[in-house]
């Protein structure tokens, strides 16, 4: 299967420019120093990058989610997955929902100068004590009258010290009433602290953030009052097909990177390519690829075409993609021996980047949680219908 059209193809080469000239010369710096760089968002934006597959009225170029696919691809050959993260949380997590239930004024305000990259957006749903379980986050917003006042925490916001928007989910009411807010950090009463300490992800920018007395005008409002819940539950399946078809890319440059090292390095007299142990890891590894590849395409398919099966195939790939990018990124650790250890030849970034992805976007116990659901709500729907008939 092939869905890449001429326009994907030209996309992708000036895309692959883009990452040799702003990107890959950096990365090492970046990675050994902790940062993430306000200037590549601008560049990103400038050069049309963040809005391929958002619309035209807003800055984007209009083209279907393959182009983010081309996109995604061509920035894992950076192995820079702190950066990718951080660049994917502006433009996959709070954008779409800013597009699809946003008002003009909030799409004008904020998505506009965002795909522009003049604005670096957030998505604020994780708290300390809240995470999977959504519906228990602390933090709330009174209505005031003409305003809300928010007070509260979140933690692990992705690009949390660099944005200058978050899109904002508070509590508005009792059990599942949450809401979202368009939140302009440069209101009095926030703070951001960077969260430093992390496994991998070194280039992506993670904030701790506070809210005190907040004042946020009404107009932040997105989408309807009490129905945050069911947006972030129904609108952030892009975040889900994004860690697919990452995972899947830097799955296949660990084969590839296993498959070079295997003709390069000697073991009792001979490449090490020549043990069938070996051969066979790596047959393994391709059939791991192959599987990740059919799923995350597939689900970027449906996804496109609204089809039923949507929700379900993107969890399914989210789940399996996920865990198998990271099996593929230890095989070719292993391939390596001790330099995989090592940070010579790349296989150690992609290994402790990728551990984050059965984490992050939901983990894989929450995405097999709405897998069975789906599967078993199946056999009740089979079982009616056949009692009716
Ligand atoms: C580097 C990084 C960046 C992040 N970026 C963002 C961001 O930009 N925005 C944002 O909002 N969040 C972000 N997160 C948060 C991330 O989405 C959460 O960490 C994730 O959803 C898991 O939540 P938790 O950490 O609270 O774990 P918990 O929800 O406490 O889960 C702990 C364990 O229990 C399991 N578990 C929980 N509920 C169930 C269940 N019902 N059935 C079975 N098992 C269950 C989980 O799968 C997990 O294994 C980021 C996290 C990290 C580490």
Redesign the pocket.
């Known amino acids: 299967m092939n869905p890449f059209t001429p326009e994907h193809n030209l996309l992708r080469e000036s895309f692959r420019k883009f990452v040799e000239r702003e990107i890959t010369p950096h990365v090492k710096y970046w990675e050994e120093n902790n940062i993430c760089e306000r200037e590549v968002f601008k560049k990103m934006g400038e050069e049309g990058f963040f809005g391929v597959s958002f619309p035209e009225a807003y800055g984007g170029s209009g083209m279907d989610m393959w182009a983010a696919v081309v996109v995604s691809e061509e920035l894992s050959k950076a192995n820079v997955g702190g950066l990718a993260m951080s660049l994917y949380?502006h433009t996959y997590?709070p954008l779409p929902v800013i597009n699809a239930i946003g008002t003009e004024e909030q799409k004008q305000n904020y998505l506009k100068p965002a795909l522009k990259g003049e604005k670096i957006a957030?998505?604020?749903?994780?708290e300390p004590g809240?995470?999977?379980?959504v519906g228990g986050i602390k933090t709330t917003a009174e209505d005031k009258g003409d305003y809300y006042l928010v007070n509260g925490s979140k933690m692990?916001?992705?690009n949390g010290t660099l944005a200058d928007f978050i899109v904002l989910a508070v509590r508005t009411g009792e059990g599942h009433k949450l809401s979202l807010l368009l939140f302009d950090t440069n209101t009095e009463g926030f703070s951001a602290v960077p969260v430093t300490n992390?496994l991998g992800?070194h280039t992506?920018d993670?904030g701790q953030l506070f809210f005190e007395n907040c004042k946020v005008p009404k107009s932040a409002l997105l989408g309807e009052k009490d129905f945050g819940f069911y947006y972030i539950m129904s609108n952030f399946q892009e975040e889900r097909l994004i860690a697919s078809v990452t995972g899947t890319a830097s799955a296949q440059n660990n084969l590839d990177r296993a498959k070079q090292y295997m003709h390069e390095r000697e073991a009792f007299g001979r490449p090490i390519a020549k043990f069938q142990v070996l051969r066979h890891k790596i047959a393994q590894m391709a059939i791991k690829v192959e599987a990740c590849r059919s799923l995350s395409y597939r689900a970027v398919s449906e996804f496109i075409e609204h089809g039923p099966g949507a929700y379900k195939i993107i969890s399914i790939a989210k789940a399996y993609v996920c865990e198998e990018a990271f099996n593929v990124a230890n095989d070719a650790l292993q391939i390596h021996g001790g330099w995989g250890y090592m940070e010579d030849y790349g296989v150690a970034r992609s290994f402790r980047d990728l551990r984050?992805l059965t984490?992050?976007?939901?983990?894989?116990?929450?995405m097999h949680?709405i897998i069975s659901k789906i599967e078993m709500d199946e056999v009740r729907h089979d079982k009616q219908i056949a009692k009716r008939g």
Do not use: N, P, Q, R
């Open positions: 949380a997590l957030a998505l604020g749903i994780t809240a995470g999977s379980d692990f916001i992705t992390k992800m992506s993670t984050l984490v992050g976007a939901g983990t894989t116990e929450i949680e």
